[in-house]
């Protein structure tokens, strides 16, 4: 499989993977290819969702929710590659945090199955880790009647996933329902969008949602830290959006 990323076209590249494995599940088109330099990688409808290099991603996602005191019930939402939940696994064991239990909610269990299989190096232990649940369940639904949790992280789609909403109505709605979701001072994070270095309309289209995520973010959260961070694979940076509930 020779597959081009046309997310920078100064910095585009044939990138040479080898499929290894494709599964087609009610939802979505999955591959998982394997590339000399990146490794493993999770495909989704034809475009790559994440590589075992990019362990950055992890990081950034997890890194917000370290500074609360009380970590105890978090929840992942989305994240079927396993990577967040393992760094957060990993996280709260090197840091001595008491967390009870850490829940990824994914609706594809074929992303789970794939990704147990060929993304080790990125999903580690979780599969059989004390700490996590892992439910292969609608987690727009699933957030939508939890409360009282520590922090939330947000890896999913930033597109309406209702017929008729806006992207603007949607991310009115996600980041609602995840405040809720939230105890008093309790943390989110999320994954945001790509820059578009390189690409006037994938920048002008980043920048645009940014301004939407920012003006849905601030109506629930205070303190909102951006953070961008080269991700490996996707040849350029991401950003990533945290924020806290007002006590």
Request: net charge negative.
């Given at each position: 499989?020779?597959?081009?990323?046309?997310?920078?076209?100064?910095?585009?590249?044939?990138?040479?993977?080898?499929?290894?494995?494709?599964?087609?599940?009610?939802?979505?088109?999955?591959?998982?290819?394997?590339?000399?330099?990146?490794?493993?990688?999770?495909?989704?409808?034809?475009?790559?969702?994440?590589?075992?290099?990019?362990?950055?991603?992890?990081?950034?996602?997890?890194?917000?929710?370290?500074?609360?005191?009380?970590?105890?019930?978090?929840?992942?939402?989305?994240?079927?590659?396993?990577?967040?939940?393992?760094?957060?696994?990993?996280?709260?064991?090197?840091?001595?945090?008491?967390?009870?239990?850490?829940?990824?909610?994914?609706?594809?269990?074929?992303?789970l199955r794939l990704c147990r299989t060929h993304l080790s190096r990125l999903c580690g232990r979780i599969w059989d880790h004390p700490q996590a649940e892992i439910l292969t369940a609608d987690a727009f639904a699933w957030i939508a009647e939890a409360r009282d949790l520590?922090?939330?992280?947000?890896?999913?789609?930033?597109?309406?996933?209702?017929?008729?909403?806006?992207?603007?109505?949607?991310?009115?709605?996600?980041?609602?329902?995840?405040?809720?979701?939230?105890?008093?001072?309790?943390?989110?994070?999320?994954?945001?969008?790509?820059?578009?270095?390189?690409?006037?309309?994938?920048?002008?289209?980043?920048?645009?949602?940014?301004?939407?995520?920012?003006?849905?973010?601030?109506?629930?959260?205070?303190?909102?830290?951006?953070?961008?961070?080269?991700?490996?694979?996707?040849?350029?940076?991401?950003?990533?959006?945290?924020?806290?509930?007002?006590?």
């Open positions: 499989m020779i597959r081009k990323e046309d997310r920078n076209p100064d910095f585009a590249s044939h990138l040479r993977a080898e499929v290894v494995e494709t599964a087609r599940s009610p939802w979505q088109q999955i591959e998982i290819t394997r590339h000399p330099i990146f490794g493993h990688q999770l495909v989704i409808d034809g475009d790559l969702q994440i590589s075992e290099s990019d362990h950055a991603y992890g990081v950034a996602m997890v890194s917000p929710l370290l500074q609360l005191r009380q970590l105890r019930r978090v929840a992942i939402l989305g994240g079927g590659d396993g990577g967040v939940l393992w760094e957060l696994l990993q996280a709260a064991e090197r840091m001595e945090i008491p967390l009870e239990k850490a829940t990824m909610i994914d609706i594809d269990g074929e992303v520590d922090a939330v992280i947000y890896d999913l789609t930033m597109d309406p996933v209702r017929e008729g909403q806006s992207r603007e109505e949607f991310m009115a709605e996600t980041l609602a329902m995840i405040a809720r979701a939230l105890r008093s001072g309790g943390v989110f994070s999320m994954q945001c969008c790509g820059e578009g270095e390189g690409n006037d309309e994938l920048a002008a289209e980043s920048r645009d949602l940014l301004a939407q995520i920012r003006k849905e973010a601030g109506r629930h959260f205070c303190d909102l830290i951006e953070q961008r961070v080269l991700i490996p694979s996707y040849l350029e940076r991401w950003t990533f959006l945290s924020g806290r509930k007002p006590a």
